[in-house]
């Protein structure tokens, strides 16, 4: 998965939670869950959602990474290299 | 006789008045099961989906859809299913042409069962059906609401058409089909229902058809006066979007303002609040979540909700209604949570017997309600029945909510956020996750002892998360 796939499947994973946010206006270097309003629960949704869309597994420990957009695309980029 | 059922405009918490009828999801002759959705009503706060609580048959739809009601309405009576006798029909039987209802109406078990072979049956629903009237009542109605009586489904015995069926027609000819979460999505796009071609069962509008909507048209003309008076619908023409956005906004606030001031004026609450150590419940959460994936992962919440439920079984008195200067304890916890939308208001529906589920089962309601409650597809009995009210303000941030107890409950718990603190250990200093929790309570039904016994049952519940 390069970067830009791997920011689509964010981008959606988080609309699919917080349909109200505009991914665009987002800080990537910024915390997710505060910038989106995101609950814990809302934030285990995203990652689940985000988890279906790569076909990654994402457990807890990721979950300080994905809570930037830059984390998080780091994150998938290296883990669906060392799975593929 | 059987006995008809009446559907009544339920009512969905304490601050629901009225409601507006927004969409019957079934019609006169449709067999209804215990559960089924039956119609959509919206609140000030959601459209919320109406379960029916017995089985039977829609006899006649008293409310059209559209309109604005007081709670406890009839809006529908319902015949219970009979002892496999004869068709339940209002109408005296009398010789009739028959003429056979489309294939998709095949399931409805109250039809006569049909005998005419295939072309006959194609041969009637060509020609004009105009037997399939036989009140002048109906004619009237229909002329009177400009509907073509051939283009009208008839729901009565053999395909008769009804007075009823008449303002469906004229109804559906201005409201389109859509789910609540289309609604709420059109709503916020600014866009018409009307305007969007549905792909959804028998047309429907689906969130999806959205994308692709068009500009939206202007609403046909010839609007029957009847059904004139609705109030606003979450779907209207563009211009109106942010107005009625705006409006939406207004009545909830109203809505929540009513009843929290309802709350404070009415109940004598008294509160509580204690720090409770998160140690034990944050490791045994660390390793049962270790390598799970995210849809198996429980949150804090699952395991303080639990505590809270079954500590209703230690001090009976927070749990249940104070009803006509009385207070009424339930057997049953039906938690109520807190739920804030996105874009402002509160919801406050219930996980029924949270007590008795396992804490993985509780995560999955929680995570499920509160999904459904941001997307407008809440059911009637979730809304109508909570208990106790647990509202997780910790998870804005904040240390400790001291909460408005929902009427007519007696009894509101919040917890604040999480956080590490210096505690004392055995003698010794320790850094602890630790969490306030507060009781808002109402004093008619208890007091501070029962009170500070119930906060006292959470925190030692919470001591043996293995046990929840």
């Known amino acids: ?84 | 006789m059987v006995t008809v059922a009446e559907f009544r405009m339920p009512s969905l918490g304490a601050d629901m008045d009225e409601g507006t009828l927004l969409e019957w999801q079934v019609h006169p002759g449709e067999t209804v099961r215990r559960g089924d959705i039956v119609a959509t009503v919206d609140t000030s706060k959601a459209a919320i989906d109406i379960e029916v609580f017995e089985d039977g048959v829609i006899d006649d739809i008293v409310v059209p859809a559209g309109s604005h009601v007081p709670v406890g309405t009839v809006l529908a009576h319902i015949t219970p299913p009979e002892p496999a006798a004869a068709p339940v029909s209002q109408q005296p039987e009398e010789p009739q042409p028959k003429v056979v209802r489309p294939k998709q109406e095949a399931t409805k078990q109250k039809e006569p069962k049909q005998k005419e072979p295939k072309q006959k049956e194609a041969a009637l629903r060509e020609e004009v059906p105009a037997p399939r009237v036989r009140s002048r009542m109906v004619r009237v109605e229909a002329e009177r609401l400009g509907i073509d009586l051939a283009a009208v489904h008839g729901s009565g015995p053999r395909g008769l058409i009804t007075r009823e069926d008449v303002k469906q027609a004229a109804l559906h000819r201005r409201r389109a089909r859509s789910s609540p979460y289309a609604r709420r999505r059109a709503s916020e796009l600014g866009i018409d229902l009307r305007s969007v071609a549905g792909s959804g069962p028998g047309g429907a509008v689906r969130a999806a058809d959205l994308i692709q909507a068009a500009q939206p048209v202007p609403p046909p003309a010839e609007a029957p006066a009847s059904v004139e008076a609705e109030i606003p619908s979450p779907a209207r023409v563009e211009a109106h979007g942010a107005e009625e956005r705006a409006a939406r906004q207004l009545a909830m606030r109203q809505a929540i303002g009513a009843l929290m001031a309802r709350s404070k004026r009415e109940i004598p609450h008294y509160y509580l609040s204690t720090t409770i150590d998160l140690a034990p419940a944050t490791s045994w959460l660390r390793a049962r979540n270790a390598g799970q994936p995210p849809g198996e992962q429980l949150t804090a919440a699952a395991l303080l909700f639990k505590a809270v439920a079954l500590a209703c079984r230690e001090v009976p008195e927070v749990n249940g209604f104070w009803l006509e200067d009385h207070f009424v304890k339930s057997e049953a916890v039906h938690l109520g949570i807190a739920i804030s939308l996105r874009g402002g208001g509160l919801l406050a529906p219930a996980i029924h017997n949270a007590d008795t589920l396992a804490v993985a089962e509780l995560m999955s309601g929680l995570r499920e309600l509160v999904s459904r409650a941001r997307t407008g597809r809440l059911r009637s009995a979730e809304m109508r029945d909570p208990t106790i009210t647990v509202t997780n303000l910790g998870e804005r941030g904040v240390e400790s909510v001291l909460g408005v107890i929902y009427p007519p409950q007696v009894a509101l718990v919040g917890f604040g956020k999480v956080v590490d603190r210096p505690w004392a250990v055995d003698g010794m200093l320790a850094v602890r996750p630790v969490v306030t929790a507060t009781l808002a309570a109402d004093h008619r039904a208890s007091d501070g002892h029962r009170g500070g016994l119930y906060l006292e049952a959470i925190d030692r519940l919470l001591q043996e998360p293995e046990e929840l």
């Open chain 1, 1 to 84: 998965m390069n970067p830009d796939q791997a920011r689509t499947a964010i981008a959606e994973a988080l609309h699919a939670i917080a349909p109200d946010i505009e991914f665009d206006d987002l800080d990537p270097d910024e915390g997710l869950r505060r910038q989106a309003d995101l609950d814990s629960l809302d934030f285990l949704s995203f990652v689940e959602e985000l988890a279906q869309r790569t076909g990654s597994q994402l457990t807890e420990d990721d979950y300080p990474a994905l809570d930037s957009i830059t984390g998080a695309v780091n994150l998938l980029t290296t883990r669906t290299h060392a799975v593929g």
